[in-house]
């Protein structure tokens, strides 16, 4: 391939970000070559500099980070050097960004069709109507459901699966030379991730687009890149043809990411039979307005157990975790805690009752106050809680601290933004424990970790549980993370229980069709594992996945 194709060219690039008056490297001289149609995937660890050298590749670098050495070309176009009306005009209409939390990166206040047309008008691309029937044809392809109705829609109106591809049919817009993919499918259960990869992958091949895709799934990329380039703490450690580098990688580092998910929780006792469960559902049903939600759903959480609640976007999980906190109150049904029924509306519920149940959330960047420091963000519940101030407070939350792993002195005066995705995690979790509850919800809490700090928080959870005597209601679309700790799996479709029991039953055949294509979903280690599932379903060539049912 001539150096013609070449489209992006980055040389010996050095960034830094600033911390307490000291710059600290956090790129160390990488280089990086792209050429016109190719997929180049970035792996490596939490911290490793993956998001910091995709947003380099387009000029930019987030506050508090600089560009202190290199080069970074764009179509032969040095960003460095280039004006910022310049780098305008190429942001958003050659050069497209998708960003991991769609939650915290749409404009809440503005429907999804405004934000989408937002830049194929201001770019002279198309009018406000020609992008308008554009973005229905692009969530059609990109199966958001009610195409033609959705992007009227805000942004708190639809899933976070559904947000996740709303936001990379707005890359998609002006149809740019050049797309970063931040971690996109990161939000997505197994079925919606196969159809939006293959969409993405048609993209790509039809527009001759060039993609850098980030990632902490090694299986997706797999899938995605035709090279994959290796990072830990701002270094490269290698870089190879992706059947190569799955094959045969050459740095211990990159076998150790390779060998990752090994935890697994030793298999428990069934609960006794006259065991009073710590929440029980009994023949909930919900909805939001008009719109039914949930029907009759019905499931039992016994003491010291993990129950894991599995289902694509839209299913209903999130839901049914929002009416066991009384954060959507059930039209039908009955929650119980302890075997005493609870007030369907959480403003009906005593102190204790909201003390015994308590959420750790999937973003933990929109979870927590960034305003506020480690301490008082885990201090509030001690306080409301436990009635705790003063010394005895800030003894507790540094027990809590301690707890998760996480050195108090060290922590407890730092903001949000000072922490890595997997502290910040583990400092929700410890928010979560200030209440002493008896039952904890954990939506997702490990899809937007890459995979070594995703096991250390599953270890983590795992050995407070035992410590502590918790139970735990498990939201996941990852199939992985349901092996290592679920002790009994309920599986959601359409708001609706299809089945449920002990996981070693649910893994193994014969299994609810829905079932089935959720397991079949979970994408291998293998190039050729999405090409050839998608042929098995009927999917001839890719592009024809945006269409078809899969």
């Not at 936001?167 to 970063?180: E, G, N, Q």
């Not at 990159?254 to 030793?266: E, I, N, Y």
């Not at 995705?421 to 490990?446: H, M, N, W, Y």
């Amino acid at each position: 391939m001539s150096t013609r194709d070449l489209l992006v060219q980055i040389r010996d690039l050095h960034i830094e970000g600033r911390s307490d008056e000291t710059w600290t490297p956090i790129i160390k001289g990488v280089d990086l070559d792209l050429r016109k149609g190719e997929v180049l995937g970035l792996i490596g660890e939490s911290g490793a500099g993956k998001s910091t050298l995709g947003l380099a590749a387009m000029g930019f670098t987030r506050d508090g980070v600089r560009i202190s050495g290199g080069s970074v070309a764009f179509d032969g176009i040095e960003l460095l050097q280039a004006s910022a009306s310049a780098k305008r005009h190429l942001l958003g209409k050659r050069i497209a960004y998708v960003a991991q939390s769609a939650a915290a990166s749409f404009n809440p206040a503005h429907r999804l069709i405004d934000q989408h047309t937002e830049a194929p008008v201001q770019h002279g691309v198309m009018s406000k109507a020609e992008s308008e029937k554009d973005a229905v044809r692009l969530y059609e392809q990109l199966r958001l459901p009610n195409p033609e109705e959705i992007g009227f829609r805000y942004p708190h109106q639809v899933s976070g699966g559904q947000l996740q591809r709303a936001m990379t049919a707005m890359a998609m817009s002006c149809r740019p030379d050049l797309i970063i993919f931040d971690e996109p499918t990161t939000a997505l259960d197994v079925t919606t991730q196969i159809e939006v990869l293959a969409a993405i992958r048609d993209i790509v091949d039809q527009y001759d687009t060039a993609a850098i895709y980030i990632t902490h799934d090694l299986a997706v990329v797999a899938q995605m890149a035709d090279r994959i380039k290796v990072l830990l703490r701002g270094d490269e450690v290698e870089e190879a043809e992706t059947r190569r580098m799955l094959s045969h990688p050459s740095e211990d580092y990159t076998k150790s990411l390779w060998a990752v998910r090994s935890f697994k929780r030793p298999e428990k006792p069934a609960p006794e039979t006259d065991a009073v469960p710590v929440v029980s559902v009994r023949g909930v049903s919900a909805a939001y307005g008009t719109q039914p939600v949930l029907h009759d759903v019905s499931f039992d959480i016994h003491r010291g157990r993990t129950v894991a609640v599995v289902g694509e976007s839209g299913s209903g999980k999130s839901t049914m975790a929002r009416c066991i906190t009384g954060l959507l109150p059930p039209f039908e049904g009955v929650i119980e805690f302890d075997g005493e029924a609870l007030p369907l509306d959480y403003r009906k519920r005593s102190k204790m009752q909201l003390r015994q149940a308590q959420m750790i959330y999937q973003m933990a960047d929109t979870a927590l106050n960034p305003r506020k420091t480690i301490a008082e963000i885990i201090g509030r519940p001690v306080e409301f809680y436990m009635g705790l101030r003063g010394r005895d407070k800030r003894r507790r939350v540094d027990d809590l601290l301690e707890q998760i792993e996480l050195d108090p002195a060290e922590f407890r005066d730092r903001l949000p933004s000072e922490l890595s995705g997997g502290q910040k995690q583990r400092v929700g979790i410890a928010r979560a424990l200030a209440a002493e509850p008896s039952f904890i919800i954990c939506d997702e809490v490990t899809s937007a970790l890459d995979q070594l700090v995703a096991e250390g928080i599953l270890k983590l959870l795992a050995r407070l549980q035992d410590e502590l005597g918790l139970s735990y209601m498990f939201i996941t679309h990852d199939l992985a993370t349901v092996r290592a700790i679920a002790d009994e799996v309920v599986v959601m479709k359409n708001g609706e229980v299809v089945e449920q029991g002990v996981k070693r039953d649910m893994f193994k055949p014969p299994h609810h069709p829905y079932t089935d294509l959720l397991l079949s979903s979970v994408p291998e280690m293998d190039p050729d594992w999405l090409t050839n599932l998608l042929r098995e379903r009927g999917v001839e060539n890719i592009g024809d996945a945006a269409s078809e049912k899969i």
